[in-house]
Structure formats: C-alpha cells, structure tokens
C-alpha cells in the first residue's frame, strides 16, 4: 500500500483517440466543443487532435481547423499526435497553443510493427532515430520512450517483459545517440491483452531494470480488464495515465469492430479518488463531458459511471 | 499473493438477473435455451429463475415452465431465487431438479430495506427468523447470511465495515434461534459502490470478526469498478462469486435506466484464468454463450469481452 501514488496525472485522449474511429463525420464545431468542455473538469493534459495522413484517418482531416477554433485554457497542456516529420510541420504551425515534446514510439511485437506502420522493427528503430534528431535539431524536447502492444498482440500473442526490456533499451540507445533525455517510459495496452498479474510483474522486471524511471501506462478496456490493471498498477506506484472520456475510441486491430476503447477516464478517476488519490479533476463535470461525448458520436459509449452518476452526487442526496 | 485462491466457484445469474429486467417479452424457449447453454460451459452453479411475484416481477411469470422445461445436465446446481414461503412452496415443487437451500438475506441499509422490501430492518430480522425456521422444519439447510447494499446505498451513502458486521450479527443471531447451520456470507455490492481500497478494509474487517468463514461476493459494475473489485477480493482469498453472462441484469434503483448490471461472468473468468486461478469453465463456450445471451435480448451487453474475444483464441492463431 505504501506505494500508492498521492496524485495521479490523467492524460486526456477522448478527442484523439476518438474522433479517429468513429464512423462519423462529426463536425468540427462538436470536436472543439468536446475539447473545451474537457479543459474545465480540471484536466491538464488533453491530446486534442491527430496530425496524419487524412487519407489513413479521415475523421482528423480537420485537424488544422480544430485547433485554430478552439479556446486555450491557460495552465493546460494540449498536444497532438504526429508519425513524422511531416507531422511534426503541422504540429509545429500552432507551437504557441499546442505543447509540443517528441516521443520515440516503438511496438515490443514485431508482427504489429509489420501490419501497423508496414516496417520491420529495425527499420522502425532507424525511423525514430531520424524522428528524434529531427526534434532535437528543432530545439524540441524528446522526452519519452513509447512501447505498444507492450502486454500482447492480436498478431503476435503475448509479449514477455524481457521483450519491452529490449525495445526500450533499443528507444534508449535512439536517445542517447539523438541527444534526447528520457524522462519517462510510456506502455502502451493497444490490444487489449494486460490482465493484473502480469501487469505487476511488467512493471516490476521494467523497474528493476531502470529503478528511477517514470512509468505511464496506457490502457485499452477491449476485454474489460482495464480498470483492475489500473488498480494493480497504482498499487505499484504508477502515477501517470493515458485515458478517453466516456470510453472514446476503439480497437481498429484484428476485426474487433464492436470492441471497446480506452480506459475510461472517469471511471479511473473514480478509482482513483475511492483510493484516495488526488486527480484534481472534478468528477461531476467530467461525467457530464462524458455524457456530451455520447450525444456527439450519436450511440452509447462504454462507460458505465456515465450511465449510473458518481457516488458523491448519491452521497450528497443521501445526506439530505 | 499467497492469499490468491487456487480455484473460484462462479454462481451464474444471468437467467435469473437477466430477464427480470429486460423490458422484453423474452419467450420461455429462449430462457431454457440459455440456460441449458450455460450448463456446456463448465459452470456447476445456474441460478435459473426467480419465484417471485409475477405482478412484481412480470419476466418471471412464467418460471414454473422453464424448470419445467430445461433439461438438466448432471452435476450443476440449479438453483431458483425466492423471498417467502409462497416461493418456498413453488420452488419446492421441482426439489428433484433445483437445490434448494436457505439464506437469511438482510441489508446493512435501513434506507434500502425501506425501499426494497417496505419493512424495517427489525421487521426484515423477524420475517427472516420465520423463513429460516420454516426452511429448517422442512429439512432444507440454511446455510447462507446475505448481506445487501453492503458497500453503499443510492438512498443511505456509504456504508461501513461496522454497519455490515452488525448486519451480520444480526444474521448469525437468527441462525443460531432457528437452528441453520452458516457456512458462508455473501456481500452485495447491490448499487456498484465497492472500491478497491474500501473492498479491501470491508474484507479485513468481517474476516477479523470471524476468521473461518467463507465469504461469496455479489458484485455488481454499476460504476465500471466491478473488476478492480474482483481483483482485490481475490488478492484476499475470496473464492466465490455471482457473476452473469455478458454482464445480464442491470440495477432497477434509484433512477439509473441505462446502468450497467453484474460483474460479467466471462470478464470474471479472464480475470482468473490470467492469474494463474482455475474455474473449471471453458472462456470461449462462455464467449459464446455471452453472445447468445445478446441475440436474445435483442441490444448491446456490457460485456466487453464478449466483442472482442478471449486471449486464447488470440493466441491460438498467432501460434500458426
């Protein structure tokens, strides 16, 4: 218990990961209505839109468009998620509104990296050497290392830590020959495979192996274990998040169409104040974007808090 | 970790939870269907009606035609949910085909039992000590004090260890006037308010109360924490839950039409399964009852799993 973090950094993707896969359209007015709505629920990082290739992911083809509406809260960090350095050109237009920080992105299952990005792991290696030396020629910091499919592999099956230890070491060795300093690991879930036992011994082996490195984790609910991997996680320590409002998102893997999305960000936030950890985000008002989520994508969401209510809206009624 | 169980019991209730609450009309056909699917999957216990008042509960107007027409696979525990001796006698009725056991059901919750049943919890007290006598003089054992709303209440907030170790006491006490012999208590999380951290003190405390009893969760993921809750509970040594197919049931409280219902079976199951914990039950025969269980209900379940299929099956083909 004694590992328990005091506070708890949630990483917003709901308008990201979200608006990527939902058959749509949705309007440009909603996605900036979204990501204003979330920048008052006392989130301080929202990933608010995609800077790829529009033909690949035509629900960002307004990205440009996003991010000149909407209204900057000050003290929030908004990002948004590139491959490349064409990418990166874009994100770089809007540097004053946007908080641009680099990542070395890996994929610990090589089957993935082939299907998902058409490269081998080595040349994925190389491409993120020049990702990186492109950042930090530009004066942008590269902060993370990112392994996906970092727990299993619709394609691959599961992965071994020893696996993400290599991988990571690869990222490392990216950074120490770009020049980037590393200030975090980020694992990502991407298909749905972490389950509590083997989420305690990942961390455990990737600690041992760095023992001063921040971890982040990013959770995919596609079997309903999402939360419980949060808890396990928490309990080892683990203080930073990636997760979507309402469950925004999906599994775009392996003809999964009806599967779930990300953790939901409610619903960890809820976990995480039942625990008695600091998120700083106003759960209410959370619940109510999550609900405004809902109507925007025009079907029912995964969540399950948003459809019930919080407890302290229950508690409040019940002390009347 | 030495807490961890070796082997969970899985009562189902999805017949049971199920369409009590579907707006329906599901035809008696599609009940036994269900029902006798479930028994292929490995699960020993199938709660598979409710004998309750068909004014009250009009889905299960016809639960004397679905005991009577399932078929019965040898071995499995077919159990039918009553409140008083009327069900008592209906239930009795097919004593060669269900077993039949008492429970002295109480709620921690004042408030709740108001609600619920109209009574006070001293009037519940007496009217369970008529029930467990009447069980004990046919020779049914009693062998179960139920505890419901025992993490939380919509009408009363939370609840504490203390309230449910009173609630229990008063169980233990009816049991020892009545002659019932306990051999185990089942805490209900009736309205989704268990926390990981709150489960864990809940545990501790009956536990430390009384060391040698065996505890059965009845968990339900109204707030999307039913997992993490499992979770905990199996850290410490719990060895039983309810849990229903594609996550069946919902919660008919307090104004919450689109909450979810219980902890899904095949999530539960996953959840072991990946532990390294046995259940006897085949994931994928369940996966497939799950999404049986979906056509017949005619509407998306919250089962995420059900949707994007068991690891196994992942696995398998990756293997090729």
Redesign the interface.
């Known amino acids: 218990m004694s590992d328990l973090p005091k506070h708890v950094d949630i990483h917003e993707e709901g308008p990201r990961e979200g608006f990527q896969i939902e058959p749509g359209p949705i309007s440009t007015a909603d996605k900036v209505k979204l990501i204003e709505a979330l920048a008052e629920t006392g989130l301080h990082h929202i990933q608010a839109c995609s800077f790829v290739n529009p033909r690949l992911v035509p629900g960002w083809a307004d990205a440009e468009a996003v991010v000149e509406s909407f209204t900057a809260k000050p003290g929030i960090h908004y990002t948004g998620l590139y491959f490349n350095g064409n990418g990166l050109d874009r994100a770089q237009k809007y540097q004053d509104k946007l908080t641009l920080t680099g990542s070395i992105s890996l994929t610990a299952s090589e ?1 993935f990296t082939k299907k998902n990005l058409n490269r081998t792991h080595a040349e994925n290696v190389e491409a993120m050497k020049r990702q990186s030396a492109l950042h930090v020629a530009r004066g942008i910091p590269v902060n993370r290392v990112g392994v996906m499919a970092a727990f ?7 992965i071994s830590p020893a696996q993400v230890i290599s991988t990571l070491e690869d990222g490392m060795r990216i950074a120490e020959e770009t020049g980037a300093e590393i200030t975090y690991f980020s694992l990502a879930d991407t298909m ?2 972490a ?4 989420m305690e011994r990942m961390l455990g082996e990737v600690r041992s192996r760095w023992p001063e490195m921040k971890i982040s984790l990013h959770l995919h ?5 999402a ?2 991997n ?3 996680a928490l309990k080892m320590g683990v203080a930073q998040f990636d997760s979507t409002v309402g469950g925004l998102g999906g ?1 775009p893997f ?1 003809g ?1 169409p ?3 999305g990300n953790i ?1 960000t409610e ?1 960890l936030v ?2 995480c104040e ?3 950890i600091e998120t700083g985000v106003d759960l209410d008002a959370l619940i109510e974007v999550g609900r405004m989520a809902e109507d925007i994508v025009g079907h ?1 969401l ?4 948003i ?5 302290d809206a ?2 409040r ?3 009347h």
Chains 1, 2 share one sequence.
Not at 195 to 198: C, L, Q, S
């Open positions: 089957g299993g592999c619709n394609y691959q099956g599961d749905g495979w389950a509590p036992h083997r609910d596609t079997r309903g274990l939360v419980a949060a808890h396990a599994c392996a999964q009806k599967a779930a939901c619903e809820l976990l039942e625990m008695g029912q995964p969540s399950e808090l459809h019930a209510g919080s407890l229950f508690r009624k019940a002390a």
